[in-house]
């Protein structure tokens, strides 16, 4: 077997290992809560792929997140608007995904632990971001609701106190901390 096969075929079998885990991650992440937020380590696996694999596995582990996000996660959302919530959550998932592999193959040459460390911050950065966006665009009134009904005194509060603002600390945390810790004990075990 040539090495480039062998290399892909090596590429294949972490993707596969790193869907499970996401699978796995997002699905027990809803039944583990820090007070009012799910403790959400799914992000780590779509770094370790954008470290390992480059931007098609953390993407592919991206859209993996969105999916299981949509039949596990959303259902909140989706009995509001189905198509809103459709395009929000894959799109935050892809984008995450995406936007870790490419910061991580953009900063590598200079410096991978450098690199883990942006992608580890820029995937819950974009996750997010994406997800305040898909808010703003398809359930503003119902956020407003929701802020409302909690007492929270605006609805920029309660978006940042109550619906993403420690779940997004604890995914940076966790992300910034892990991630470059899990890709170095592969590097030394020469999985990467």
Same mark, same amino acid.
């Given at each position: 077997?040539? %090495?480039? +096969?062998? =290399? +892909?075929?090596?590429i294949?079998?972490?993707?596969a290992?790193?869907t499970?885990?996401v &699978?796995?991650l997002?699905y027990?992440?809803?039944?583990? +809560?820090f007070?009012t937020?799910?403790?959400s380590? &799914?992000l780590?696996?779509?770094?370790? #792929?954008?470290?390992?694999?480059?931007p098609k596995?953390?993407?592919w582990?991206g859209?993996v997140?969105?999916?299981? &996000?949509?039949?596990?996660?959303?259902?909140?959302? @989706?009995?509001i =608007? $189905? *198509?809103?919530?459709?395009v929000?959550v894959? *799109?935050? #998932?892809?984008?995450?995904?995406?936007?870790?592999? /490419?910061?991580?193959? @953009?900063? %590598?040459?200079?410096?991978?632990? &450098?690199? *883990? $460390?942006?992608?580890?911050?820029?995937c819950?950065? $974009?996750?997010? #971001?994406?997800f305040?966006?898909?808010?703003v665009?398809?359930f503003?009134?119902t956020i407003r609701e929701?802020g409302t009904? /909690?007492? /929270?005194?605006s609805?920029? %509060?309660?978006v940042?106190?109550g619906? $993403?603002g420690?779940n997004?600390l604890? %995914?940076?945390?966790?992300?910034?901390i892990?991630?470059?810790?899990?890709?170095?004990?592969?590097s030394i075990l020469? *999985?990467?």
């Amino acid at each position: 077997m040539s %090495e480039a +096969r062998g =290399n +892909r075929s090596k590429i294949l079998v972490i993707t596969a290992l790193l869907t499970a885990i996401v &699978v796995v991650l997002q699905y027990l992440g809803q039944f583990i +809560r820090f007070g009012t937020f799910s403790i959400s380590l &799914v992000l780590i696996p779509i770094v370790i #792929g954008a470290a390992i694999g480059g931007p098609k596995v953390s993407t592919w582990l991206g859209l993996v997140f969105g999916g299981i &996000v949509l039949a596990t996660d959303a259902g909140a959302f @989706l009995a509001i =608007n $189905v *198509v809103g919530t459709v395009v929000t959550v894959i *799109v935050k #998932g892809v984008a995450c995904g995406a936007v870790a592999g /490419f910061a991580y193959k @953009l900063i %590598e040459k200079k410096n991978k632990y &450098v690199a *883990v $460390v942006v992608a580890a911050i820029l995937c819950p950065l $974009v996750n997010t #971001g994406v997800f305040l966006l898909g808010c703003v665009a398809f359930f503003l009134d119902t956020i407003r609701e929701w802020g409302t009904a /909690f007492g /929270f005194g605006s609805t920029l %509060e309660y978006v940042f106190l109550g619906l $993403v603002g420690g779940n997004f600390l604890f %995914e940076v945390a966790t992300n910034a901390i892990l991630s470059p810790i899990v890709v170095k004990l592969l590097s030394i075990l020469k *999985v990467r």
